[in-house]
């Protein structure tokens, strides 16, 4: 198991920043592909961004790509989401999710951990 914990969830006007964290409290963080989720009201589930064990390689939907960033930190056991230019669409819960297979998913299913998420909403 791998409890995960995201935070930095809000109330944001369109235009403005926020700052997604989620640690990890068990299992060895480094092992994890790492990926970031959201869904909306009456959606399904929808891939954000993800990034590879050591933080060499990520990857982005086409609807974030320049505007949000992902990163982690191995020492600290936590993955960041850095959001800017925020649109009343990006409204959702956001979800971390962990998997140890070696490359980048961007399907929720492959994913083995997730947290309780964390909710981002950005008003207009």
């Known amino acids: 198991q791998v409890p995960l914990v995201e935070s930095g969830g809000g109330l944001v006007q369109a235009g403005g920043s926020l700052r997604l964290s989620c640690l990890a409290s068990g299992g060895t963080f480094s092992s994890y592909v790492m990926g970031w989720f959201r869904q909306a009201p009456g959606k399904d589930r929808e891939f954000v961004a993800a990034?590879?064990?050591?933080?060499?390689?990520?990857d982005y939907a086409d609807s974030v790509k320049g505007r949000f960033t992902i990163s982690r930190d191995n020492a600290k056991n936590t993955v960041f989401l850095q959001m800017n230019s925020l649109k009343p669409e990006n409204t959702a819960v956001y979800y971390c999710?962990?998997?140890?297979?070696?490359?980048?998913?961007?399907?929720?299913?492959?994913?083995?951990?997730w947290g309780q998420g964390t909710q981002v909403t950005v008003s207009t």
């Open positions: 999710e962990a998997h140890s297979f070696m490359f980048i998913r961007r399907s929720t299913s492959a994913y083995d951990f």
């Open positions: 990034i590879t064990r050591s933080g060499g390689r990520d």
